[in-house]
């Protein structure tokens, strides 16, 4: 009988699993670590105790981005249900659809650095009304992908018992159609949510870097070789993300599938 | 049986058509308009009216042929190795992998963004990351500087391994779906029960079903990554740079002159990779109908 | 006349799916229409139900054309094939949906919703959700929502279709006490031929878009195109080689 290697390739992807998280936490916790140490000099809460100081800049950033991931997943959500409506019951149907994936696969950084012309000549270079717009940019035509399926033909013939039986499109889309997309509505909300709180390239270009949020710090401290910062910013980045995995793992899978 | 659409919305169809336009389209199309305009000299701050020079210029240096050759190996390699590497964990471990806890762990990987994963990379594999202390520490190198150049490097190791953190994940989980949607395991009994043993039913049905299943979504990934920004920025070398990073800062020259040549690439990689996110719709639309 | 539909038609690309087509129907009658799948029923009831608009011809209700009025207005319910309960409210909330939206008043709401439940014997069942019925229950759950708000006219498009021969049997029953009692005008859809002729007053056969509508019982039996004829010779048949054997 030969023995099986599967134990051993469990362990290992277990291992490469969370190798990254407990090594950005022991990270974000050190200071003081000189190249041939293998493990940092000094442990302590140190670095975490900086985002409640405001000369670091992380707190902001922090607020910067749950604000803007929230009302970037609070649009992008309800819009999308609403286009994806429209784009279900359009004639050219799947010409529309592929017409959505464009700006989520081609560059968004170079799709909105042809666009931040024009962003400039309205005022929403290097604000947060300029981030939020350019990342609804990628969010919306997600969220319209998203909600495709729920347009199949049971929830269309639901949508025409109501009219049928005297209600308006007001009370369909109220007493019926939102509750009946309730948990995909939840769904679309922390994947649109992630978009957002993930992004970098957009918020770096529309931003201009004076919309500080925690992608951009990341990135700020890895140029300014703050490995430590650089490694609390990624554990805060990793945060919700984690808490939403806990809580449902839809939550989080189904991207661009 | 036709479907037929409601009437409450036939009346407002054309609002929401518009909608959709504007909100969808537009932002694109005033993008492409802007950057072909610029491209031939026609908007712009430093414009002369209408030239084809900035193209000459970029069809005739190497360099974004070269970023185009260098982005596709690069997100055909990490595409392949990733697929590889999903394909390999789902249909060898697919019973440890739907343990409750493994399960879960298969997920947590998502919950980590390019940007960080660039990072980590880097903080593993620099010349004064993890592995060159370990290195140090077990005696195979002397100093910082004999360890081999992993970040920034010309064969892009750093970008192939980030990238291939980034989506074994996710086909993992895509596999592992596809595996339980298309009932492979009733298919791969099936095998077993006409005499293949459990090796070749798993190669012969399973593998085959998977791959092809999962052919535009590999499609995607590579297009996607083609495009990607923010790993190759931090973990790219000088030249040749990814798609999106060279472009980026061929539009961001304090040279107002070489401007104009940054559109040039960004309509000729808009173009090129539309025309064949095009063809792979169409041709996955025309298999559906034949098949 | 309560119904009076005249000359309609419509295509979908060149594809003509409903020609010229006319009927009357008489207020508390029930019309049936045979035919089968894709022979155009279901877009006829989608344009008299407004949810379809038709290339030409009209459609008036008590002499009144209501032809450009939105399906919301018409009073005209539309019951599918599948029950199409709403999974996020209970029996009860389904049964007083219509009656939600005309903002009747509660104690209103609950006599009526009531009275139906037990009509439909259904009282037990006042607090569960879709999900934790029978077929059978699920669609007269269906019936009693749609017939609680004293449609127009109601239009059924292969209502038992989705039943087994049992529950089928007697929710054909139910229906016509149902449209005795709540005085329904009905027209219904079936490919079902003793269903045809069990539930209508008056028969009609479609075929291809076109619809013939019969005078009399009697005239849709002889009908060779109807199929009865060679039902009763299949029966027949059978009978006379059993009597041969004996």
């Known amino acids: 009988m030969v023995k099986s290697w599967k134990p051993f390739f469990v362990t290992i992807l277990i291992v490469l699993v969370l190798f990254p998280f407990i090594y950005l936490l022991l990270l974000s916790m050190s200071s003081g670590w000189a190249f041939p140490q293998i493990i940092p000099s000094n442990f302590g809460f140190d670095n975490w105790k900086a985002i409640t100081q405001s000369e670091v800049g992380l707190f902001t950033a922090l607020m910067n981005s749950i604000l803007i991931a929230l009302t970037v997943a609070s649009i992008a959500t309800f819009g999308g249900f609403i286009l994806s409506r429209i784009v279900a019951y359009h004639k050219q149907k799947n010409s529309l659809i592929l017409i959505s994936y464009f700006p989520y696969i081609l560059s968004p950084v170079v799709f909105g650095a042809c666009l931040s012309f024009f962003f400039m000549k309205v005022n929403l270079f290097g604000n947060m009304g300029g981030v939020i717009i350019a990342q609804l940019i990628i969010s919306l035509p997600y969220a319209l992908i998203f909600f495709g399926s729920f347009w199949n033909e049971k929830n269309r013939n639901i949508e025409n018992l109501v009219a049928t039986l005297g209600g308006n499109k007001i009370v369909s889309f109220v007493k019926v159609l939102l509750p009946l997309a309730k948990g995909l509505l939840l769904v679309c909300f922390f994947q649109t949510f992630l978009i957002s709180w993930f992004e970098y390239g957009l918020t770096a270009i529309i931003g201009l870097g004076k919309v500080q949020t925690l992608t951009i710090k990341v990135f700020l401290y890895i140029k300014e070789a703050n490995f430590f910062y650089g490694a609390l910013s990624s554990c805060l980045l990793i945060m919700p993300p984690v808490i939403l995995l806990y809580l449902n793992k839809r939550f989080v899978f189904n991207r661009m599938s | 049986m036709k479907i037929s659409e409601p009437m409450l919305l036939k009346n407002r169809g054309n609002i929401g058509i518009l909608l959709f336009f504007g909100v969808i389209i537009m932002p694109f199309a005033i993008a492409f308009l802007y950057a072909l305009l610029y491209s031939f000299g026609l908007v712009g701050i430093l414009n002369d009216g209408f030239t084809i020079a900035y193209w000459l210029t970029v069809l005739s240096a190497p360099q974004l042929g070269y970023s185009f050759l260098y982005s596709a190996l690069i997100a055909a390699v990490s595409v392949i190795f990733s697929v590889g590497l999903s394909l390999f964990t789902v249909l060898y471990l697919k019973k440890a992998l739907n343990k409750p806890f493994i399960n879960f762990m298969l997920y947590m990987p998502l919950a980590i963004p390019g940007i960080v994963s660039a990072f980590f990379t880097y903080q593993l594999f620099a010349r004064t990351g993890f592995f060159s202390r370990l290195s140090y520490q077990l005696g195979i190198i002397t100093e910082a500087a004999s360890f081999p150049d992993l970040i920034n490097d010309q064969f892009a190791f750093g970008i192939i391994l980030t990238f291939i953190s980034l989506l074994a994940p996710f086909f993992i989980l895509f596999y592992l779906n596809l595996y339980k949607n298309e009932n492979l395991e009733a298919l791969e009994r099936v095998a077993i029960s006409l005499g293949a043993n459990p090796k070749l039913a798993t190669l012969k049905v399973s593998l085959p079903i998977l791959l092809k299943k999962s052919q535009t979504v590999v499609l995607l990934y590579f297009i996607f990554l083609l495009g990607a920004y923010e790993v190759p920025l931090i973990l790219g070398q000088e030249s040749p740079q990814m798609l999106s990073v060279l472009i980026l800062q061929e539009l961001r020259q304090f040279d107002l002159n070489k401007i104009p040549e940054g559109y040039t690439m960004a309509v000729i990689y808009t173009s090129v990779v539309s025309l064949i996110t095009f063809f792979i719709f169409r041709s996955q639309k025309n298999k559906v109908i034949h098949g | ?246």
């Open chain 3, 1 to 246: 006349m309560h119904l009076e539909i005249e000359k309609i038609s419509k295509s979908y690309g060149n594809e003509e799916v409903i020609k010229d087509l006319s009927l009357q129907l008489e207020a508390n009658k029930t019309l049936s229409i045979l035919g089968k799948s894709g022979c155009g029923k279901t877009t006829m009831l989608k344009i008299i139900a407004g949810l379809t608009k038709p290339d030409n011809g009209s459609i008036k209700m008590a002499g009144k054309d209501i032809s450009d009025l939105s399906p919301e207005k018409r009073g005209i319910v539309y019951l599918y094939q599948e029950d199409l309960l709403f999974p996020h409210l209970n029996v009860f909330e389904n049964i007083a949906f219509g009656l939600r939206i005309r903002k009747e008043n509660e104690a209103d709401i609950n006599r009526k919703v009531n009275e139906m439940l037990l009509f439909l014997e259904l009282e037990k069942q006042a607090q569960r959700m879709p999900h934790e019925l029978s077929g059978g229950q699920r669609q007269r759950v269906s019936f009693g929502r749609a017939i609680i708000i004293n449609p127009s006219i109601l239009l059924l498009d292969e209502p038992f279709g989705s039943l087994d021969s049992g529950t089928r049997q007697r929710m054909q029953h139910l229906f016509k006490d149902m449209a005795d009692k709540f005085q329904i005008t009905s027209l219904l859809v079936t490919h079902d031929l003793k269903e045809a002729i069990l539930m209508g007053d008056q028969i009609g056969f479609m075929k291809k878009g076109r619809l013939q509508v019969y005078n009399s019982r009697d005239e849709f039996i002889n009908d060779p195109q109807t199929g009865v004829q060679s039902e009763l010779h299949f029966w027949e048949g059978l009978k006379n080689e059993k009597t041969e054997q004996l």
